[in-house]
């Protein structure tokens, strides 16, 4: 689906990745409309393969006032990727999309612990105050500064 053009590129990028056997991998997108459905510009969207990570992520953007939520992906939500055309739809269809876009970029992450927050949300506000709001810095700094060279 050419509309879904972003986890193209991250799922290039994640496969490039695994060259390098990283500890952990986070990445940032804007990627889905319906992460801000979901939460609107409140809380950041966490999808993850570990959920150690996840935690650490959850508790970093806790103690600097950037959340972030986990959300599931569960084998229901990867076969919704199944498709008669290709190996892999690269779209889940109009329901869970936050989920389904994240469950396609795990299908490149499998080697490493990998998260994917789903800024498309938090990175903005509309309104009176409408700009962008720096997210997920505080929390990606808070990560980095609690791990060990």
Known sequence: NTDAEGRLVLCDALTYTERFNPRSV????????????????????L??????LASEIIGCGTDCADPAWQLPMWDEYQSLLNSNFADIANIGGPRAGTITA???????????????????GSAWVSGAEKGATGRPVPLLVEYLSNQKA
């Open 102 to 120: 994240a469950c396609f970029l795990s299908r490149f992450a499998e080697k490493f612990n990998w998260a994917h927050l789903d800024i498309a």
């Open 47 to 52: 999808l993850s393969n570990n959920d150690d």
């Open 26 to 45: 986070i990445d940032i997108a804007t990627l889905t409309g319906a992460a801000v459905a979901t939460f609107g510009s409140h809380v950041t969207a």
